[in-house]
């Protein structure tokens, strides 16, 4: 049953649209179309109205954003609660410390800086690719049409309206030539809505079939879907498994982190009865090494790079988590026309029927091109083809759609006689045992698209209009296919990611294209008529085959719906209107830039070099940013685990903290600032999975605990080790020796498997620590000086102890949790 929303003038609250049941709707013929009337067109708003308009405020002025402004942008990186706490710690060092020990301070401010540029270049990327790929709705004024960005409409403006466009603001209708609105992305209603002319139209809606336009009524804020809009256009991180795992994990180490530091706060000030400013340094170092600062920002740094490549390539990233999301990706239905073959068409053969004369076909044909004011790529080749007769007037028309896989047209053809003629599947408006069925299957079968034009029996108007129909002909289309594609689906399998073809076209003709380009089971094609319609058998047949013709609309969004039943992430790419409900339903929609605006709108990802080889790119960028960010997030967390349980044997043990700050300063920078930058961007090809916040606490407790308990049982040692003035000093060096060791060691595992530019980082790490201990100034500097050599051979034993353990306890995580060891993305075997 159909239900058309009613709505007053002034339109409906938000959410809450008023509806009225509608007519009752045949699945393959829709509610009857109003007959085309045409009547003299409007001439819009004339400049001078537009003008007094533009001087009310009377202007679409919503400011629809594809990024952050720079005030958001240098607030979020600057307005922390870890920079807060750094911040306030800084300045106590500051005061009671020498400048070593606040070089922490100062990285804090660079990574800051590092950040708020990195998001102001991916700002300006979003900014220009928006500017690109914007909605420019076509708006008649003084009687001219012209297309105009979205924010120059003013009330009462006539926008005009064909298949593919979005509403983009409230208005009436003015003129309606089988106007079919799509409002299911507002009120959920699937069937379209047939619009009359003083009907409503609402901002989020878009056009399916026939043609028209509609005077604005509300314009701004006041728009029904204007607050939606702006919203889902925005720079965002909200929906990200990954910010909300390290959002989680942040949680988790601040709660951990206030009664260690209370612990330690009252272990060092008033317990211990040291000098002063000393017990603060020492307090302060053990605080500040608990705080993954720098994860957040390379995380920002990783998706802000991934945005910069991406624009390069010509790729609209309108949804930051997007690049993430198709990284996990495990399906993805393509659309066949404009995404495995180019928009163009061909016509290569026209086959008269049954005895028909071919001088009058091709008259039909050009009367029929000349009846859509807003054709699809088949009826424009067939324009190209066969050009109008001046003695054919159109009285109705029908336009395509995807629903109804047919278009059509009555005409006055000159002479007194009138016609009624159909175009479209052969297999839709031939019976089932038509002889001329055969020969179609025929052609499919070598890709080939087919159209019959066929005479109707009865009015157009009629809603068994394609019932008797006598074929006249059959045009031949032949498809482009983009050079690009093969690669493209070659590379999806390589990546095991199933690629679904799901295509409005003949199933054999679509198989037949996805075989010439070497998609695995092209030969098993499947016609989605024989589909079952419960999602649990429907997902049973997705999951067995991968090329599917003659789908609808509502059956690409079920399909959808069915493979994200089976755990399926999926991933939708279209350009056509009837993509809009799957692309808006998929966890990633992907649209091409030359497809309709609608399609551009839902989308969450817009290749506007229209290329479809441009997708493994932002699967890359996205594989590239989890499996590096699970990587270094290992290397944080292990550093926050060893300072947290250090903290605690220190509280327990009523011992000075071995540390100052501009120890923990040096090695976080050589095995975890250093490095983890060149490993965040490193290229990742793995696919991502799920559940980020376990994969990584798996590796970076055990971690924590070997190099906070190796680390602790040198400094006791040293402490009975070594007596007297210095004392403390060389304790130190000792614990700072163990840990650096202990800590390179968990980079090396993390920096597997290995390559030449992993080995020369880790290599340059160690050289970098080599130089401090013997370089005398930078001994001085840092309070770095082992003293003897028992001791220091006996540090160097201890990690070597703790290399040890690390290797079993890395392989004990493998074996223990199997799902995430086999996962060549984990941290010690991201590539």
């Not at 998001?119 to 690109?132: C, F, N, S, V």
Request: aromatic share 6%; proline share 5%; with cysteine.
């Amino acid at each position: 049953m159909t239900q058309r929303a009613r709505i007053g003038m002034d339109g409906p609250e938000p959410g809450s649209p008023v509806i009225d049941a509608g007519a009752e709707l045949d699945p393959v013929h829709p509610q009857k179309p109003p007959k085309s009337v045409r009547a003299p067109r409007a001439r819009g708003l004339t400049t001078a109205e537009v003008a007094k308009r533009v001087a009310r405020g009377e202007v679409n002025d919503v400011p629809v954003r594809s990024s952050r402004s720079t005030v958001d942008i240098v607030r979020a990186n600057v307005f922390t609660r870890f920079n807060a706490i750094i911040g306030v710690l800084w300045m106590i060092m500051l005061f009671v410390a020498p400048f070593q020990d606040s070089l922490f301070g100062y990285v804090i401010i660079a990574n800051t800086g590092i950040g708020i540029i990195q998001e102001l270049r991916a700002k300006k990327t979003l900014d220009g690719l928006a500017l690109i790929g914007e909605v420019r709705p076509t708006v008649r004024r003084d009687g001219t049409a012209a297309e105009i960005p979205t924010s120059e409409i003013v009330l009462g403006d006539l926008v005009e309206l064909g298949p593919g466009d979005k509403v983009v603001v409230d208005g009436e209708v003015a003129e309606a030539d089988s106007l079919e609105i799509d409002e299911s992305l507002l009120t959920g209603e699937a069937d379209p809505v047939i619009k009359h002319t003083g009907d409503p139209v609402m901002s989020g809606s878009f056009v399916v079939a026939g043609s028209g336009a509609f005077t604005v009524t509300k314009v701004g804020r006041e728009a029904y879907a204007a607050q939606l809009a702006e919203e889902a256009s925005r720079f965002t991180l909200v929906h990200s498994e990954l910010r909300s795992g390290i959002s989680t994990i942040l949680k988790y180490v601040t709660w951990m982190m206030i009664p260690t530091a209370i612990g330690l706060i009252i272990s060092q000030l008033v317990v211990k009865d040291n000098n002063f400013k000393d017990s603060v340094a020492r307090t302060v170092g053990g605080i500040v090494p608990m705080i993954p600062e720098g994860l957040v920002l390379l995380t920002s740094v990783a998706f802000a790079i991934g945005v910069i490549r991406l624009g390069r390539k010509q790729c609209l990233v309108q949804e930051l988590p997007a690049i993430e999301g198709l990284a996990r990706v495990d399906v993805v239905c393509l659309d066949k026309t404009g995404t495995l073959t180019e928009g163009g068409m061909d016509v290569t053969e026209l086959r008269p029927l049954a005895g028909a004369d071919e001088s009058y076909v091709r008259k039909v044909l050009g009367a029929l091109g000349e009846s859509d004011p807003r054709p699809n790529a088949s009826l424009q080749a067939i324009i190209d083809t066969y050009p109008d007769s001046e003695d054919w007037r159109c009285t109705e028309s029908l336009p395509f759609s995807s629903a109804r896989k047919y278009s059509g047209a009555s005409f006055s053809e000159g002479n007194g006689e009138s016609s009624t003629w159909l175009l479209g599947a052969p297999d839709v408006l031939l019976p089932q045992d038509d002889a001329a069925l055969a020969e179609i299957e025929r052609l499919n079968e070598q890709g080939l698209r087919v159209l019959l034009l066929a005479r109707a029996a009865v009015e157009l108007d009629a809603p068994t209009v394609a019932a008797g129909a006598r074929p006249a002909a059959l045009v031949v289309l032949e498809q482009r296919l983009r050079p690009d594609a093969a690669d493209t689906l070659r590379y999806f399998d390589e990546q095991n990611v199933n690629a679904k073809v799901i295509s409005g076209d003949n199933a054999v003709s679509v198989g037949a294209v996805a075989g010439k380009l070497g998609l695995p089971g092209a030969q098993n094609t499947v016609d989605a008529r024989q589909l079952p319609t419960e999602h649990a058998p429907m997902a049973e047949s997705l999951d067995a085959h991968s090329v599917f013709g003659r789908v609808t609309p509502q059956q690409k969004r079920d399909m959808v719906g069915a493979l994200q039943s089976r755990g399926h992430t999926v991933a939708m790419t279209g350009d056509g209107v009837n993509d809009v409900l799957a692309l808006k339903d998929a966890d990633i929609g992907v649209s091409m830039g030359s497809g309709s605006e609608a399609s551009r709108a839902v989308a969450q990802i817009v290749l506007l070099n229209n290329s479809f080889a441009t997708l493994p790119s932002v699967v890359a960028e996205g594989r590239r940013v989890i499996g590096n960010i699970t990587r270094v997030a290992t290397l944080f967390l292990t550093k926050t685990v060893y300072s947290v349980l250090l903290a605690i044997l220190v509280v327990c043990w009523q011992v000075e903290y071995p540390f100052l700050p501009r120890h923990l300063t040096l090695l976080s920078t050589l095995t975890i600032g250093v490095p983890a930058f060149f490993l965040a961007l490193a290229p990742n090809k793995e696919r991502a999975k799920p559940q980020f916040v376990h994969r990584v606490m798996r590796y970076a407790i055990p971690a924590g605990v070997i190099a906070a308990v190796t680390t602790f049982g040198t400094y006791l040692l040293a402490r009975s080790y070594y007596s007297g003035p210095g004392s403390l000093d060389a304790e130190t060096s000792a614990a700072t020796l163990t840990l650096f060791l202990v800590s390179m060691w968990v980079l090396a595992i993390i920096a597997r498997p290995y390559t030449w530019w992993r080995v020369c980082l880790v290599a340059a790490m160690g050289a970098g620590f080599l130089v401090v201990l013997i370089v005398p100034w930078l001994q001085d500097f840092f309070a770095l000086k082992l003293v003897g050599l028992a001791l220091p051979w006996t540090a160097v034993a201890i990690a070597a102890a703790g290399a040890v353990l690390l290797e079993i306890a890395w392989r004990w995580v493998d074996q223990r949790f199997g799902g995430v060891a086999a996962d060549d993305s984990h941290p010690g075997r991201a590539v």
